[in-house]
């Protein structure tokens, strides 16, 4: 019910309901993924790491998620260090998962590390190449090594299953500049900007460049 109301915009009625759950049955793992995920996009990352860590605290059941979401949450309020052991204990319960490797490759982004941050988002794209996030940034360590067929072939599976995700097409853009394919580039980055709006951080580079 809590879920149909988030979905419907009424987030008063689902963060009641939510709040209730944690308090009435705070075993239950699902309550703390939902609610630290809607903390998480509202970007009250406080609010998002707590839920979070009160959900590992207090679950039998230790999921993954609520391990990505703790490490989100403390990457996002400048916590890197909080951030790698939360996934270092992800990982230890969670071998092989490729979200976590997209997780450690961001971080590792983050801090510059770069050649650390491909060998990640590889492996995590060699666990599940479907994940949309997994695939744009091991596509861009592939356009970093010029590598631009393989890069090329990455992006259009990602295009095929992920038509509305404004991001692909805005790397696959970038890659058909360096390609000097500029009919191509021209096309995804209008496809890109159809997508999102003036917000979005390559909005005007985009703009610019079209121009």
Same mark, same amino acid.
């Given at each position: 019910? %809590?879920? =149909? *109301?988030?979905?419907?915009?009424? &987030?008063?009625? =689902?963060?009641?309901?939510?709040?209730?759950?944690?308090?009435?049955?705070?075993?239950?793992?699902?309550?703390?993924?939902?609610?630290?995920? *809607?903390?998480? @996009?509202?970007? %009250?990352?406080?609010?998002?790491?707590?839920? %979070?860590?009160?959900?590992?605290?207090?679950?039998?059941?230790?999921?993954?998620?609520?391990?990505?979401?703790?490490?989100?949450?403390?990457?996002?309020?400048?916590?890197?260090?909080?951030? +790698?052991? $939360?996934?270092?204990? =992800? /990982? /230890?319960? #969670?071998? +092989?998962?490729?979200?976590?490797?997209?997780?450690?490759?961001?971080?590792?982004?983050? &801090?510059? @590390? #770069?050649?650390?941050?491909? +060998?990640? #988002?590889? %492996?995590?794209?060699?666990?599940? @190449?479907?994940?949309?996030?997994?695939?744009?940034?091991?596509?861009?360590?592939?356009?970093?090594?010029?590598?631009?067929?393989? =890069?090329? !072939?990455?992006?259009?599976?990602?295009?095929?299953?992920?038509?509305?995700? $404004?991001?692909?097409? #805005?790397?696959?853009?970038?890659?058909?500049?360096?390609?000097?394919? !500029?009919?191509? $580039?021209? +096309?995804?980055?209008?496809?890109?900007?159809?997508?999102?709006?003036?917000?979005?951080? /390559?909005?005007?580079?985009?703009?610019?460049?079209?121009?």
């Amino acid at each position: 019910l %809590a879920i =149909a *109301y988030l979905q419907e915009g009424d &987030e008063e009625q =689902a963060i009641q309901i939510l709040e209730k759950l944690v308090i009435y049955s705070n075993t239950w793992s699902p309550i703390y993924m939902v609610l630290s995920d *809607y903390y998480y @996009n509202k970007k %009250a990352y406080a609010l998002a790491l707590d839920v %979070a860590t009160r959900g590992l605290d207090k679950c039998n059941d230790k999921l993954s998620y609520l391990y990505i979401q703790q490490a989100k949450s403390y990457r996002s309020t400048g916590n890197r260090i909080s951030a +790698k052991q $939360a996934l270092n204990r =992800a /990982n /230890n319960l #969670f071998p +092989k998962n490729s979200d976590i490797e997209l997780w450690f490759g961001i971080i590792d982004y983050d &801090e510059k @590390n #770069f050649e650390s941050a491909c +060998k990640h #988002f590889n %492996a995590s794209y060699d666990l599940n @190449n479907k994940n949309p996030y997994t695939i744009h940034n091991y596509s861009f360590c592939l356009i970093q090594g010029n590598q631009y067929d393989l =890069a090329s !072939d990455v992006l259009m599976n990602g295009i095929a299953n992920y038509p509305s995700h $404004a991001h692909l097409y #805005f790397l696959n853009g970038v890659l058909e500049d360096y390609r000097k394919n !500029d009919l191509a $580039a021209q +096309k995804s980055w209008q496809t890109y900007l159809s997508l999102v709006d003036e917000s979005d951080p /390559n909005y005007r580079t985009v703009l610019f460049k079209l121009s």
